[in-house]
């Protein structure tokens, strides 16, 4: 019925998008409002708001990603249990790759995969930085999960057809193509994340001007390592230390 209407296959990939986003955006609002409240009733209005909101708008981007990804998987199947399983299995990769240690050996290949994990990147989000780098990323993962869609709900046009398998070729191509452009800009902009945009109260999540401009000043041929052992358990007094700490580092890493 909806492949009748006076729509192309455009109109029906977006709207059908749009419509799970507006679904799961409003879902979201509705989960910020109630959780900011009661954390600001907790708290007795020591809420960093600026914290708070990079977190949801963090969670609204891989929701969004992981939504256009999921929708490759309805335009595969018309049943929707399959469809679901589907889609679980498409996101788990990015899902797990923070766990990429576990597979594969080599520890540069390992944090290599393990940089474009949906939690490698929500990363800077959750510690109140906004940069371009993660926005690039899943922008253009959502982008290509839509464009996975057009491909598929079109194939009917050729898909039957004296030259399908040409087609099939020339669409593939075209969909490989567009996975080594989502990831290509993803590293080139994960080693050149500028601007990047502390939200957090005080600051918290960034250096200093005179930090920045220490660092900048430093001579490129002598370069400084800095080898931080952090332990996982921890006692409770020292957490928020310890996550000022990775904090810290990472800001480093990132002028680096």
Not at 27 to 50: E, H, N, P, R
């Amino acid at each position: 019925m909806l492949l009748t209407l006076p729509a192309d296959d455009f109109d029906i990939v977006v709207g059908k998008f749009l419509s799970a986003v507006s679904i799961y955006t409003v879902s979201l609002i509705f989960s910020q409002l109630s959780t900011f409240l009661v954390l600001l009733y907790l708290s007795k209005g020591g809420v960093d708001t600026g914290l708070f909101c990079s977190n949801y708008l963090g969670y609204w981007f891989v929701g969004v990603a992981m939504l256009s990804i999921g929708m490759v998987a309805s335009f595969l199947t018309s049943n929707l249990t399959v469809a679901f399983i589907l889609g679980a299995l498409f996101n788990a990769p990015l899902a797990f790759a923070s766990r990429a240690e576990v597979v594969i050996a080599k520890g540069a290949w390992s944090r290599f995969v393990a940089a474009f994990s949906l939690s490698e990147q929500f990363d800077n989000f959750g510690r109140g930085v906004i940069s371009i780098a993660p926005v690039v990323f899943f922008t253009l993962l959502t982008v290509a999960g839509l464009y996975f869609c057009i491909v598929l709900i079109g194939r009917r046009h050729w898909s039957g057809g004296d030259d399908g398998n040409k087609m099939f070729l020339h669409y593939f191509t075209r969909c490989a193509a567009m996975l080594m452009v989502v990831f290509g800009a993803g590293y080139f902009f994960m080693h050149n994340d500028r601007p990047r945009f502390d939200v957090t109260h005080g600051k918290v999540s960034s250096l200093s001007p005179a930090t920045k401009q220490l660092v900048r000043k430093l001579d490129p041929q002598r370069p400084i390592v800095i080898e931080a052992f952090i332990s996982n358990n921890i006692p409770e007094q020292y957490s928020k230390t310890r996550y000022d700490l990775i904090s810290l580092l990472k800001e480093f890493q990132s002028m680096a």
